[in-house]
């Protein structure tokens, strides 16, 4: 199976806001302990596949699969260590949608000054089908403190709709 070709959409950037979001944009929501500090990228070794699945696996997957986990957490920051990070969104809406999403965006940006954040449009479709949009401060400011998962959308499951979910 060929891997998908990437398309790099225009933003979905918020035109108009009340004055009510306009004021709520500007409020800096308390962060956990645990995600306040600084942040630290690290390798670790890739999440081995089960092995009557691997070729399968690597199929599905081929520049993923074998590749170095990077996980984020509290420490020292590390230099020369620029990430490329993709977010998608999958389920039904929730408040702080959005502020998962900056959050996560703020957390890359402070890894290395060249580290980009991308969103993957549409749920779990944009990573099969490539379709993503790269965030910057515009984007993700017009869309920081307001609720839902417009900012990159999401698709439930045809199961999930069928039986009645929301």
Request: proline share 8%; glycine share 14%; net charge neutral.
């Amino acid at each position: 199976m060929a891997a998908p070709k990437v398309t790099i959409h225009p933003q979905r950037i918020r035109g108009s806001a009340s004055e009510l979001e306009r004021q709520l944009r500007q409020v800096t929501p308390q962060l956990p302990t645990a995600l306040a500090g600084t942040w630290l990228a690290t390798d670790t070794a890739p999440v081995p596949a089960d092995a009557k699945f691997v070729d399968t696996i690597k199929g599905l997957f081929p520049k993923t699969c074998d590749v170095p986990q990077c996980t984020l957490g509290s420490g020292a920051p590390v230099t020369g260590k620029d990430l490329k990070v993709g977010v998608v969104l999958s389920g039904g809406q929730a408040p702080g949608g959005h502020n998962v999403v900056a959050g996560i965006y703020d957390a890359v940006r402070r890894t290395g000054p060249n580290s980009e954040c991308y969103g993957f449009l549409d749920g779990p479709h944009g990573i099969f089908s490539g379709n993503v949009t790269k965030f910057d401060d515009l984007m993700i400011d017009g869309y920081r403190n307001t609720g839902g998962f417009d900012m990159i959308g999401r698709i439930r499951a045809p199961q999930d709709r069928d039986a009645g979910a929301v």
